[in-house]
């Protein structure tokens, strides 16, 4: 196969089909963006998740005189309750499964709880006397968060035994709603894509009518005629893959890592490493559903 005259083939295509590269071009291009963004998405929730579920502590609240719970009877935790509680954390049933213990008392708790509601009406009305004394407790392993909560819940003393990861889920669903979203918007941007390479792929080997039959006639194979075609494709779709790919690069670059990380401190972000194994991934995805939307359409329709 002489390539020369199949990259001049796919030359001559560019120029006749001009508006309609364009168009597969960007619209490649916003459909691979979106896939990248729910990509990264997904790589953020996995790393957000082993960050704080690794620090989520078991939270074992004390009562304390305004208690809603029947078994607090409406009085504070005892010294010796309170006691009776460390020790059974401390002790040789709790203690293997527990890295760390720390105790949070009235006035520590009220001073967290004005700083996380300050400007709020709440921070004024609160007391340091009605807001429980807290164990909080971090697991070696935060899966077995489970068996301080059996342990502990309804012991004399204790209100109620949280395992904090609970209040992180809701966080974490709705990362993954906006990643599905992100995913679907990407689906119909591809099937636009498909259909539009399809469209172009058609438009050409239509105005090229004449020059096919010839070919055809002087013997030309079919894998010959149908080469240029798929390289129009798959080169406008790799064109707009690298868009998205430099895309994708530059959020994290500028975005993620230049004001994300800057502004908030305290969790880590995806980085260019991960941007990298993204990138080639849009590439594929391009090239891949270019060749094939290309293929089926010439050989469907011109029936070569």
């Known amino acids: 196969m002489r390539f020369g005259l199949v990259l001049s083939e796919v030359g001559q295509g560019f120029r006749r089909n001009l508006s309609m590269v364009i168009s597969v071009i960007l619209v490649t291009f916003i459909s691979l963006t979106f896939l990248g963004a729910a990509i990264l998405l997904q790589f953020q929730i996995n790393q957000i998740k082993g960050y704080w579920y690794d620090r989520a502590q078991v939270a074992v609240y004390l009562c304390t005189d305004v208690s809603p719970e029947a078994h607090c009877n409406g009085t504070e935790a005892s010294a010796e309750q309170i006691a009776s509680v460390k020790a059974q954390l401390q002790g040789s049933t709790l203690g293997p499964y527990i890295k760390q213990i720390t105790f949070e008392d009235h006035q520590q708790a009220y001073a967290d709880f004005k700083k996380q509601f300050a400007g709020s009406s709440l921070a004024e009305l609160a007391t340091p006397d009605i807001l429980s004394q807290t164990f909080r407790v971090n697991m070696k392993n935060p899966d077995q968060a489970d068996i301080v909560i059996e342990q502990l819940s309804g012991k004399p003393g204790v209100e109620t035994v949280e395992d904090q990861r609970a209040l992180l889920d809701p966080i974490f669903s709705i990362?993954?709603?906006a990643s599905y979203?992100?995913?679907g918007i990407a689906a119909l941007m591809l099937i636009a894509a498909v259909l539009l390479i399809?469209?172009?792929i058609r438009l050409s080997a239509f105005?090229?009518?004449?020059?096919?039959?010839i070919?055809?006639?002087?013997?030309a194979s079919n894998r010959f005629i149908e080469t240029p075609f798929i390289l129009e494709g798959v080169l406008a779709a790799l064109i707009g893959s690298v868009l998205a790919g430099g895309a994708i690069i530059a959020i994290v670059q500028f975005f993620v890592q230049g004001y994300l990380q800057e502004t908030i401190t305290n969790t880590?972000?995806?980085g260019l490493p991960d941007a990298m194994v993204v990138a080639p991934i849009l590439l594929l995805v391009g090239a891949v559903l270019a060749a094939l939307s290309a293929s089926v359409a010439i050989r469907r329709y011109l029936k070569v």
């Not at 105005?207 to 039959?213: A, K, P, Q, V």
């Not at 070919?215 to 013997?219: C, S």
């Open 175 to 177: 990362m993954n709603a």
């Open 181 to 183: 979203t992100a995913i």
């Open 207 to 213: 105005s090229r009518r004449r020059e096919l039959g």
């Open 268 to 270: 880590a972000f995806v």
């Open 198 to 200: 399809s469209t172009t």
């Open 215 to 219: 070919m055809r006639l002087v013997g």
